[in-house]
T-cell receptor, first 114, second 117 residues
Framework: GDSVTQMEGPVTLSEEAFLTINCTYTATGYPSLFWYVQYPGEGLQLLLKATKADDKGSNKGFEATYRKETTSFHLEKGSVQVSDSAVYFCALRGSGGSNYKLTFGKGTLLTVNP | DARVTQTPRHKVTEMGQEVTMRCQPILGHNTVFWYRQTMMQGLELLAYFRNRAPLDDSGMPKDRFSAEMPDATLATLKIQPSEPRDSAVYFC???????????????FGPGTRLTVL
């Protein structure tokens, strides 16, 4: 079945540092890929998405590129802020009959220190 | 702005007791999802409703869990009897049914943190 593997945290960075959170996936067909963010005490929010190979999703300075050849969707940000501290989830939505279902990675806790 | 609401936000109960969690989806959304989040398993889909009909509850332990949508504004997840291993955060999400190409975002509620002693 579909699966998502993302780097285990926690990740601790200083403000303005460069961020990469790795995510790879296994899926049949042509999945769509997502990054969700969860701030403390809140539910998940969609951060960005990409629906086909080579698409780049971007939002709030975060970017991720759908790489089919490496089955990856790594999250990057050039300069993190304290307010980016949260848990980040990589997810995929399968194609075909189960296209309603999101499969999530385990999440990566990011802490940004001033 | 429109949000998914969940009640209660926190629940502490003793093993064997019944627990009911409630979710109010965003008005106009026709899909509802229940997820369970634990440190060990991460986020797991428990149930999926479309137009109030349960279409997928394969992730839900059938012997003690049940999920319903009595009307379009209320979804419930019930555990009876509860066990310590049910301790987790339970999220409800709502959205519009996905089409062939367009992904319609799932909007998550703030979750119910359940502790079963």
């Amino acid at each position: 079945g579909d699966s998502v593997t993302q780097m285990e945290g926690p990740v601790t960075l200083s403000e303005e540092a460069f961020l990469t959170i790795n995510c790879t996936y296994t899926a049949t067909g042509y999945p769509s890929l997502f990054w969700y963010v969860q701030y403390p005490g809140e539910g998940l929010q969609l951060l960005l998405k990409a629906t086909k190979a080579d698409d780049k999703g971007s939002n709030k300075g975060f970017e991720a590129t759908y790489r089919k050849e490496t089955t990856s969707f790594h999250l990057e940000k050039g300069s993190v802020q304290v307010s980016d501290s949260a848990v980040y989830f990589c997810a995929l939505r399968g194609s075909g009959g189960s296209n309603y279902k999101l499969t999530f990675g385990k999440g990566t806790l990011l802490t940004v220190n001033p | 702005d429109a949000r998914v609401t969940q009640t209660p936000r926190h629940k502490v109960t003793e093993m064997g007791q019944e627990v009911t969690m409630r979710c109010q989806p965003i008005l106009g959304h026709n899909t509802v999802f229940w997820y369970r989040q634990t440190m060990m398993q991460g986020l797991e889909l428990l149930a999926y409703f479309r137009n109030r009909a349960p279409l997928d509850d394969s992730g839900m332990p059938k012997d003690r869990f049940s999920a319903e949508m009595p009307d379009a504004t209320l979804a419930t997840l019930k555990i009876q009897p509860s066990e310590p291993r049910d301790s987790a955060v339970y999220f409800c999400a709502s959205g519009l049914a996905p089409g062939r190409v367009v992904y319609n975002e799932q909007f998550f509620g703030p979750g119910t943190r359940l502790t079963v002693l």
